[in-house]
């Protein structure tokens, strides 16, 4: 069976290139190039190392008009956007399956830590599951995935990479945001936009302080220094106003919240449901929840509260081990 595979000469795609070829699959692999000449020469050499043949694709405009740009008004909005989330559907499996209509491949495959059984996608290892990033997916490319990591710890996909002998396997894992690959978040969006000024921190009701700019922080961050002999916290970030809202350690976790434009891996359901609920990329913070649509909006209650769920992030919900979808956390 043809497959093509997202290809970067890291260990996770060339450890899925391999176990691919070992299934009996033919690989095809596709780079995404928007990191610079000298990545793409590493992806090319790893490629042809391994029998992959590698197509080339320059996706820099699309890679700003999808992710870079929303990502960029999001955070200025005083949001906390997930750029890979926002990627992985629009960008990187948009072109895996236009690649596989163009070679007539069955199957298309990533390097994620997460399972794709029977059309669904399902948590990987509780040490790395990835699961969460691929909560937009299209019913279409979750039904076409492969996962060839799923049962595996990154660990055990460093041991076969070394066992087979690949490049990869002491390389360095890639950097969480490809597109700020030194992670000066605010150098980056300083070269995009007019940052917002000065303004600021409120605890309950009472001006305490100054901030230089809103796009500085984010939802469940510590504030420097104590006020009154406490720690305090950012709860809300104003975009309007211009205020970073506080709060002590205990007021920041909240039992009920909404997410808007939820994206469903199955059929949306009739009826409230129970479900467990992440609202961030962390495997130690997923309590079951009650979740009913309300319109344009899902209402989550959860049985325990979580921590400062954040605007912009994502709420991903599971039942059992499978991914339901998810959809953005509103303010």
């Not at 070394?162 to 690959?181: N, R, T």
């Amino acid at each position: 069976m043809k497959v093509v595979l997202g290809f970067s000469g890291g260990v996770d795609s060339a450890v899925s290139a391999r176990l691919l070829q070992l299934a009996g699959h033919e690989v095809f692999g596709l780079y995404l190039d928007n990191a610079g000449e000298a990545a793409r020469l590493e992806a090319e050499s790893a490629a042809e190392h391994m029998g992959v043949p590698l197509r080339v694709e320059d996706v820099k405009a699309e890679l700003e008009e999808k992710v870079c740009r929303p990502f960029t008004e999001s955070y200025l909005r005083g949001e906390t956007p997930n750029p890979c989330i926002l990627c992985n559907p629009a960008v990187k499996f948009r072109r895996l399956l236009q690649e596989a209509e163009r070679l007539g491949a069955e199957k298309i495959a990533t390097g994620h830590y997460a399972r794709a059984e029977g059309g669904g996608i399902f948590k990987g290892c509780p040490a790395n599951d990835q699961s969460y990033m691929l909560c937009r997916l299209t019913r279409e490319q979750a039904a076409r995935l492969i996962l060839p990591l799923g049962e595996l710890e990154k660990t055990q996909t460093r041991a076969l990479a070394a066992d087979w002998g690949l490049d990869a396997a002491h390389k360095p894992d890639s950097m969480e945001i490809c597109f700020i690959p030194d992670k000066d978040y605010v150098r980056w969006l300083s070269e995009r936009a007019a940052l917002p000024g000065p303004g600021d921190f409120v605890f309950h009701g009472q001006v305490v302080g100054r901030h230089e700019g809103i796009h500085r922080w984010t939802v469940g961050q510590r504030c420097p220094g104590l006020f009154e002999g406490r720690k305090l916290y950012v709860s809300r970030i104003d975009g309007a106003s211009n205020t970073v809202e506080l709060a002590l350690w205990e007021e920041l976790f909240q039992t009920e919240l909404f997410a808007r434009d939820f994206n469903w891996l199955l059929d949306p359901p009739a009826e409230p449901l129970r479900a467990t609920v992440r609202v961030r990329h962390t495997k130690w913070e997923e309590p079951p929840c009650a979740v009913t649509l309300e319109g344009d909006r899902v209402r989550i209650v959860c049985d325990t509260p979580v921590r400062a769920p954040a605007p912009g992030q994502s709420a991903v919900l599971y039942a059992g081990g499978r991914l339901l979808g998810g959809g953005f956390i509103t303010g």
